[in-house]
């Protein structure tokens, strides 16, 4: 297989596929989806090697770029080395226009389904909350976003609001959250403009580097694990990938997402991320304030 490698860069494909084991996920996409855009070998063995992984097409040719970058300051090649480094991937400290920044470490960070429960979580002394009110009743969306934002600054809580960027600026939210679909549509000058904090969802290293563009407030990494709240295109990338995803973006607040939860809670922060937002753990428990107690022991 190995789209047409030679039996030697075969070889070192395999290498880098054995020594980064802890990095490998199940491929959802076809052999077909895997495309080179060089005949440079090193290039062509590490996207190999990363779609192999089970790194989607876009990613592995992130890895493989950053990885031809690594040899050639390096003058060698070392499958042993995963490329980390954030200049590799033309990640840059400090760009131009930046977000209002919020606290490096967010602590417990949960998603709330409606302004009620943004209250009680609020009451139980959660400091990051995030507002994922779904629905297509306008006034409800008006109504569910103002109460939510008047709670916020009510318990000085950071409070973000997931989509709703326009009536997060109209009530002076905050913060607001946005996946990547949303980048597509949303006023980001005028989000920045307003002075509200940005997050951002991201599923691995292109999605990342899309999201440095922006220079938001924080970067969300995930799905960590399995999760049922959201159909996922792309499979949960587990804490082996999500360690070095912190590596790379560790100039920004961090939050791991996805299927987070008391068991796994402390291997999620080990990674390095500062923060780790749950929904099921604290929204679906018979004791959420026992659970949100529980839970905030980890961020001591």
């Known amino acids: 297989m190995m789209h047409h490698l030679n039996p030697s860069e075969h070889?070192?494909?395999?290498?880098?596929?054995?020594?980064?084991?802890k990095l490998q996920i199940p491929q959802k996409e076809d052999l077909q989806s895997l495309t080179f855009s060089s005949h440079e070998p090193?290039?062509?063995?590490?996207?190999?090697?990363?779609?192999?992984?089970?790194?989607?097409?876009?990613?592995?040719?992130?890895?493989?770029?950053?990885?031809?970058?690594?040899?050639?300051s390096l003058e060698q090649f070392d499958p042993l080395t995963w490329p980390a480094s954030p200049m590799l991937f033309g990640i840059h400290p400090n760009p131009s226009e930046s977000f209002a920044p919020c606290p490096k470490n967010l602590g417990l960070y949960v998603v709330a389904p409606d302004a009620s429960w943004v209250k009680k979580l609020a009451q139980a002394g959660l400091k990051t909350i995030q507002l994922r009110f779904k629905s297509n009743d306008k006034q409800q969306i008006l109504e569910q976003v103002k109460t939510a934002i008047a709670t916020g600054r009510a318990y000085d809580s950071q409070l973000f609001i997931n989509d709703y960027w326009e009536l997060a600026i109209e009530e002076a939210a905050y913060g607001v959250h946005l996946g990547q679909e949303d980048l597509d549509t949303a006023d980001l000058s005028r989000i920045r403009a307003a002075g509200l904090r940005l997050g951002i969802s991201t599923h691995g290293y292109a999605e990342m580097l899309r999201a440095h563009q922006y220079a938001p407030s924080y970067i969300a990494l995930g799905a960590i694990f399995p999760t049922t709240l959201k159909q996922m295109q792309t499979a949960p990338q587990g804490l082996g990938r999500l360690t070095y995803y912190a590596k790379l973006l560790a100039q920004?607040?961090?939050?791991?997402?996805?299927?987070?939860?008391?068991?796994?809670i402390s291997q999620v922060l080990d990674t390095g991320v500062g923060s780790a937002a749950l929904v099921r753990a604290v929204i679906n428990s018979p004791d959420y304030t026992a659970a949100i107690n529980k839970l905030q022991k980890h961020f001591k």
């Open 42 to 72: 090193i290039y062509r063995i590490t996207k190999a090697a990363s779609w192999q992984l089970g790194f989607i097409n876009q990613d592995a040719q992130c890895i493989a770029l950053a990885w031809q970058q690594q040899c050639s």
């Open 252 to 264: 920004y607040p961090l939050v791991g997402i996805g299927g987070v939860d008391e068991n796994t």
């Open 11 to 21: 070889a070192l494909a395999q290498a880098i596929i054995k020594f980064h084991q």
